[in-house]
C-alpha cells in the first residue's frame, strides 16, 4: 500500500471524508472535481509547515495533524467562506505507519470538525513538510478582503491575542508551567479553531478582515496597505488571557498580544453601526482600535496619544506614508 | 521584499499573470477567488517535486520552473479541463534574487504557454521542495476519469513514449549523447507540453484516460483497477523517438516506453469507432493495445500472445484478479 493510501486507509473511517455535495469526484484519480451552486466563487488557499521551521521537527504526529489544517483552513474563515475541502501534499523521510496513522487521526478530527473533505494530494519522499491547500465557497462578491476598510471603521478582533506565542516557549521546552497555565495556552497552539461562523456572520458588514497569523500590528499593516487606510491599536484593550498574563505578566502578555503570531483569531473593521446587533447576537467580539485616514499602524494610549516604540520589532511595521 | 513578493515581482511582468476571467481575486490575499459559469466542474491537483528525489539538487532554476508547473498542469489535461490558474507553495533553503528570477522566468514561459494564472501560493524557509496546486474548468459530467474504459475500447496513447527516461541518465551527468540525440530527449525531460488540447478533444469520446507519469504499464495498471477491466498492450505498436533508440538501442528503448515515468503523454480509451474521426482531424494518437475482460495488465506480441516478463519491474504491474 502506498503512503498516499495508507493515509486515506486511516482517514477514510470518517464520515466527512466522503465529502460534501460540492465535491463531485475526490481522492483516486488525476484531478478531483468540485461543483458550486450558481451564484457562488470558490475561495483557495495554500499554506505549507516545515519541521524545524513551523513546527518542532520532534513532536506528536496526532497534535501536528489538528495544527496543519487548521492553520491553513483559517484563511477560509477570514475570507467569510464555507469550507469544502482540503488537498494535502505531505514529504516524509520515511514510511511510518504508526506515525501516519497518528497524523491522520488529527488531521481528521480537525477535518470533521471543520467540515472539510480530504478531496487529493501528494505524498513524497524528503525532509519533513506539509502543503494544505484549502477550498471554500461564498456568494459571489461577499468574500471578506483586505482592501475595504474605511477611515472611521472600528479595528476588531474575533478573541484573545497571543495565547500561541505565549505557548510556544512552552512548546519548544524553553519554560514550564501547571497545567491551568499551559492547558489552555497549548490548545491553542496546537489545535486552533478557525472562526468560520463569525467569518460567514461578517459577510456583507465587515469592510476588511484578515485572519492573525502575523502578529496583530503586522497583519494591521496588511490591511492598512490594502485599504489605503492608517490603523490605530488601541494598547488597553488588547484581549489577553489570564494564562498569558500569568506566564509572560502584563507588559510581556501586551508584546506577545501585539506582535506574536499564530494566533489565527480574525482581525476586521467594521462600521460602528454594525457592532450592536452582532454584539446583540453573542458574536465574540472585540473592538481593539480604529480606522483612519492616512496610512500606517500605530499603538495608541486611551486618549489617543500615539505611543507606538520606536524600537526595532515594531518600528518595521509602520508603513511608509 | 518578501520572498513570494520577489516572485510576484517577476512574475508580473507577464500579461497572463493577470488571470483570465475565471480568477475573481488573484495574489495577495487570505485567499484567491475563483467564478465558474454555469454548468461548469472544477479540476484540482497538486504535485510535489523535491529536490534530489524528482529533480538534481543542482540544475537550472530556468528549467525547473518550466518543469515544475508542466508536471502538475499534466494532470489537467489529462481530465479534459481547461487552465485557468495554479498556486505555488516554494520551499528554500535561502532567497538568492538570481536563482528566484530564473526560477520564475521558466515559471513564467510555461504558464504563458499553458494559459495558467498565478493567484497565491506560500514561500517557506527549507530543504528545496515545491508543491504545485493547479486548477481547470470542464463541463460538468465531461470530465476524463480513470474508471470509465470498457472492454473491446482500444488503447491509445497521444505521443512518443519513454524519452523522459531517456533523459534521464544525461540529466544526471551518467551518460553523454551528441546533440541530435541528446536535444529531444532534454527537450522532453525539462519542457513536457501537457496535452490541453488533445484532452479536450477527447471529451465525450474518451471511455478513460489519464497522464503517464508512472510509466506506461504501471498506469495501465490504474485504468485497469478502476475501470474493473484487463488492458493488452502490443510491444510492435510502441511509439518511440530516433533519439531514445539511438540512444538506448531497440530493446533499451522498448523497455524505456513501457517502465519510464515522467513522460505526460496522455493515455485513454477509446470505442473503436470514435478513432477514425480523431485522425482525420490530424490528432497525434497511436493505438498500442487493447482492453479486455478480467483484470491486470499484459504485453501481447503481434498475435495477441501474452510475452509479458514476469521479471521484477514488470510483475508488480499485474493486479490480481
Redesign the interface.
Known amino acids: 500500500m502506498g503512503e498516499f493510501e495508507l493515509i486515506r486507509h486511516f482517514f477514510a473511517a470518517a464520515p466527512c471524508a466522503q465529502g460534501g455535495e460540492a465535491v463531485?469526484?475526490g481522492i483516486?484519480?488525476?484531478?478531483?472535481?468540485?461543483?458550486?451552486a450558481?451564484g457562488e466563487?470558490?475561495?483557495?488557499?495554500?499554506?505549507?509547515?516545515?519541521?524545524?521551521?513551523?513546527f518542532p521537527a520532534v513532536c506528536d504526529p496526532f497534535l501536528l495533524g489538528q495544527r496543519s489544517l487548521a492553520v491553513a483552513a483559517s484563511?477560509?474563515a477570514?475570507?467569510g467562506?464555507t469550507p469544502i475541502g482540503f488537498?494535502?501534499?505531505l514529504?516524509l523521510p520515511e514510511v511510518r505507519a504508526d506515525w501516519l496513522q497518528a497524523y491522520a487521526h488529527g488531521l481528521n478530527q480537525m477535518a470533521q470538525a471543520c467540515q472539510l473533505s480530504l478531496?487529493?494530494?501528494?505524498t513524497?519522499?524528503?525532509?519533513l513538510?506539509l502543503?494544505m491547500?484549502v477550498?471554500?465557497r461564498?456568494p459571489?462578491g461577499l468574500?471578506l478582503?483586505?482592501?475595504g476598510a474605511r477611515a472611521g471603521d472600528l479595528l476588531c478582533v474575533g478573541g484573545e491575542l497571543g495565547n500561541a506565542a505565549g505557548a510556544l516557549p512552552l512548546v519548544l521546552g524553553q519554560q514550564q508551567a501547571g497545567p491551568a497555565v499551559a492547558d489552555p495556552l497549548l490548545a491553542h497552539y496546537w489545535s486552533p479553531q478557525p472562526q468560520f461562523a463569525l467569518g460567514q456572520a461578517l459577510r456583507g458588514k465587515a469592510t476588511s478582515?484578515?485572519?492573525i497569523s502575523d502578529g496583530l500590528l503586522a497583519d494591521c499593516g496588511h490591511i492598512a496597505k490594502?485599504s489605503q487606510v492608517s490603523v490605530q491599536v488601541q494598547l488597553s484593550r488588547l484581549p489577553i488571557s489570564p494564562a498569558l498574563q500569568t506566564l509572560f505578566g502584563h507588559q510581556g502578555a501586551q508584546q506577545a498580544a501585539l506582535t506574536g503570531g499564530d494566533d489565527y483569531v480574525l482581525a476586521f473593521t467594521l462600521p460602528e453601526e454594525e457592532l450592536a446587533p452582532l454584539l446583540e447576537a453573542s458574536w465574540p467580539i472585540h473592538v481593539v482600535g480604529r480606522v483612519g485616514a492616512g496610512a500606517g499602524v500605530s499603538l495608541v494610549d486611551d486618549q489617543g496619544k500615539d505611543i507606538t516604540p520606536t524600537t526595532r520589532g515594531y518600528q518595521h511595521f509602520r508603513e511608509q506614508p
Chains 1, 2 share one sequence.
Open positions: 463531485a469526484l483516486g484519480d488525476d484531478c478531483a472535481l468540485l461543483s458550486l450558481p466563487q470558490l475561495a483557495i488557499s495554500t499554506d505549507t509547515l516545515v519541521a524545524g521551521v513551523h484563511d477560509l477570514a475570507m467562506a488537498t494535502l501534499a514529504t478531496i487529493g494530494g501528494d513524497t519522499r524528503g525532509p513538510s502543503t491547500t477550498f471554500g461564498v459571489s468574500a478582503t483586505r482592501s478582515a484578515l485572519d490594502a
